[in-house]
């Protein structure tokens, strides 16, 4: 049987992830994928150019300054950890996505032919997309599937074939309600889940 002390070296850091966004939920991610010991990914690089702005509360209260930029906070906050590149993702630069996971976090606007890109992108070169299926809701269960199946704001990215994991509430802007943090928090928590699945399926 072996001994603790080499089973813990076992247990290391392995992979890379990169998260798209980090807004109120791509914060939420990085930071808990920061926090995951014994295991987790070696390397998160951060993709947005959006600065903090007065009402990131979440930013502002883990450390962040109004103006600067929200992926450079992070990095700051665990450089050994932690890239960040202050560019959002386009069609022009999707070159730059790297890693075994990618987590996409974008919100605003018609973000759906941008993610439809990533998905295919990431597709093609065997890296597993993880996002989202709807942030808002009171009080909502978090439920997790499969983009290709799902009845909730995912479905508009007409994906034909399985692989992109999805995790949300299910419900869209139209209906109404708020996002809180509440919701975030559990969202975030479900997509480093299935992030650090996927990472110990490569890596074990």
């Not at 928090?185 to 479900?190: A, M, Y």
Request: aromatic share 6%; proline share 3%.
């Amino acid at each position: 049987m072996e001994d603790v002390e080499n089973l813990e070296k076992k247990l290391r850091p392995r992979g890379e992830v990169s998260i798209i966004g980090c807004g109120r939920l791509g914060v939420r991610v990085a930071m808990d994928l920061m926090e995951v010991h014994r295991g987790g990914p070696e390397k998160i690089y951060l993709f947005d150019g959006a600065k903090i702005e007065r009402d990131d509360i979440i930013h502002r209260r883990l450390g962040g300054k109004v103006g600067e930029y929200k992926v450079k906070f992070l990095e700051r906050f665990y450089s050994e950890k932690v890239v960040g590149i202050p560019e959002y993702i386009t069609m022009d630069n999707l070159h730059l996505i790297r890693g075994d996971v990618v987590i996409i976090c974008i919100a605003g606007g018609d973000t759906l032919p941008i993610r439809c890109k990533i998905i295919e992108y990431c597709k093609e070169r065997g890296i597993k997309t993880i996002g989202t299926d709807g942030v808002f809701g009171i009080d909502e269960k978090i439920k997790v599937s499969d983009a290709k199946y799902t009845r909730g704001p995912a479905r508009y990215l007409n994906l034909k074939e399985e692989g992109h994991t999805v995790v949300g509430t299910g419900k869209y802007i139209k209906d109404g309600e708020p996002i809180t943090p509440y919701t975030l928090d559990e969202i975030g928590r479900k997509m480093v889940i299935e992030c650090l699945k996927v990472l110990n399926s490569i890596y074990r």
